[in-house]
């Protein structure tokens, strides 16, 4: 939650550093020489410090046009695999992310623009940012491995639940016809 907060003050500042430059640009003044710099920045630090919460409440754009014609069952175990190459992808990221901030920060390499700013700086948010998503993605899919050995457990007349897809109502109407 903090991240997100973090993240909702930056879009703050992009939003009065641009508007204040507009307006100073309209009434004949120079505005702020290193907004669009450190707006820049804050692009890269909104989006990976928003993601993981955006995850967390699963509010990610997806594309579920052939997931919802899925069953339920089926459906957790995409989500299983869906969470495992999470897991991956942002690992690797992270990783990489590790040594490219480290290796910047040990030759000491600048991002000159009007305000010389360390590089590590910027791209520290990167290792943070996909850690923090690989977290999210593990959350996932243990949660998606608890719900698949429940389901396991419970016998056929309790497996029927209240679903949200024709796929889930075409299981409980063929589930009850076998009772």
């Known amino acids: 939650m903090t991240l997100a907060v973090l993240a909702g003050l930056l879009l703050v500042y992009i939003t009065f550093s641009i508007t204040y430059t507009i307006f100073a640009r309209f009434l004949g003044f120079s505005g702020l020489i290193w907004g669009v710099q450190f707006t820049e920045y804050s692009l890269l ?31 957790k175990y995409f989500d299983l695999a869906h969470s495992l190459m999470g897991v991956g992808v942002c690992g690797v990221l992270c990783w990489y ?8 920060y040990q030759r000491g390499v600048t991002d000159i623009q009007v305000v010389d700013m360390p590089k590590y700086l910027i791209l520290v948010i990167i290792p943070i940012g996909f850690l923090f998503l690989a977290m999210q993605f593990l959350r996932k899919f243990f949660e998606c491995l608890k719900e698949i050995r429940d389901r396991r457990n419970q016998s056929p007349g309790e497996r029927v639940s209240y ?8 299981d409980r109407i063929l589930e009850t016809g076998k009772n």
């Open 45 to 75: 630090w909104i989006t990976l410090l928003g993601a993981a919460w955006v995850l967390k409440r699963d509010r990610h754009v997806s594309v579920d046009l052939l997931t919802n014609r899925l069953s339920s069952q089926t459906r």
């Open 97 to 104: 992310g590790i040594v490219v901030t480290w290796g910047q």
């Open 163 to 170: 679903g949200h897809s024709n796929a889930e109502a075409r």
